[in-house]
């Protein structure tokens, strides 16, 4: 009978639960965990919906029975570890995310979770494995690549970092974001060179970003480029009037070059502003 049905009453808590309708999304999700106590499914998802009312004890305690029911489902595992690393229980995260993986090893979620709380720890080298075993099962997923690149590189593995940051502008070729994110990561790490190709690309999309020229100017100024980095930030500061630091860096630029009227001019508007 549908009334004896317990999928019929998961299926209701679900609609209430994306519907924030919580307390009826709790309520049916009892239901379905008192037809079919054995189903940890039920259990988890019931421990997502005090989550998401903050009932934080509640949540823990039902994610907890959700293992203890069966202890050889991973999903449940995964989300107990996303749930305690956001309480800061990162130990005990690491500890649910290994057992996902444990029991489910093309997880890749599970170990790019695994990488994140293990990068967190200081535990770059086997954040670093974890993140190359997910990049395994998920060879396209640019987020993946970005973060293992910025952990190669603060490791000191520029060449393979490289490689890595280059595929996720192959992966994103016409994302701006993507482009500055990894731009900002070789700049960070002085690879100039790098750094201007990947900015280059990103001014060719967004030519009205005064963050770009700024960014190019900075490049441009440390390579000694003086007249590329005075185009930049005149670029800069006509994109951005407001910015006082691009006016400032003009106006040293100006005067580096005994362009000395133009150089007291943004000078002092940079004091303005």
């Given amino acids: 009978k549908t009334r004896d049905e317990p999928r019929v009453y998961a299926g209701l808590a679900e609609v209430y639960f994306n519907n ?4 009826d999304a709790t309520s049916q999700f009892k239901r379905s965990i008192a037809l079919k106590p ?27 029975s959700a293992i203890a029911e069966n202890s050889g489902n991973a999903e449940a595992y995964f989300l107990f570890g996303v749930f305690m690393e956001e309480q800061g229980k ?14 489910k090893s093309d997880f890749y979620q599970a170990r790019q979770s695994l990488g994140q709380a293990l990068s967190k720890e200081g535990k770059l080298d086997e954040a670093i494995k974890e993140y ?31 490689s890595h940051l280059h595929k996720v502008s192959d992966l994103l070729p016409k994302d701006f974001q993507a ?43 440390d390579k000694k480029d003086l007249d590329s980095a005075l185009v930049a930030y005149k670029n800069a500061a006509r994109l951005d009037p407001k ?19 133009k150089a007291q001019l943004a000078l002092e508007k940079a004091l303005s502003l």
Avoid: C, W
Wanted: without cysteine; charged residues 30%.
């Fill in 20 to 23: 924030k309708r919580y307390n």
């Fill in 38 to 64: 054995s189903s940890s499914e039920y259990r988890y998802k019931l421990a997502k919906v005090y989550h998401a009312q903050g009932k934080i004890k509640d949540a823990e305690k039902s994610y907890r």
């Fill in 90 to 103: 990162t130990d005990e995260a690491i500890g649910s995310y290994r057992k996902a993986i444990e029991l």
């Fill in 132 to 162: 190359k075993l997910a990049l395994r099962h998920d060879k396209s997923n640019p987020s993946i690549h970005l973060i293992l690149g910025k952990l190669l590189l603060e490791t000191g593995q520029d060449k393979t970092a490289v």
């Fill in 179 to 221: 482009r500055i994110r990894v731009a900002d990561l070789f700049l960070e790490k002085g690879m100039l060179e790098q750094s201007l190709e990947f900015y280059s690309v990103a001014a060719s999309l967004k030519p009205e970003s005064a963050e770009v020229q700024v960014r190019l100017g900075r490049i441009f100024s």
């Fill in 243 to 261: 910015d006082a630091e691009s006016q400032y860096q003009l106006g040293k630029l100006l005067a580096s070059t005994k362009q000395y009227k």
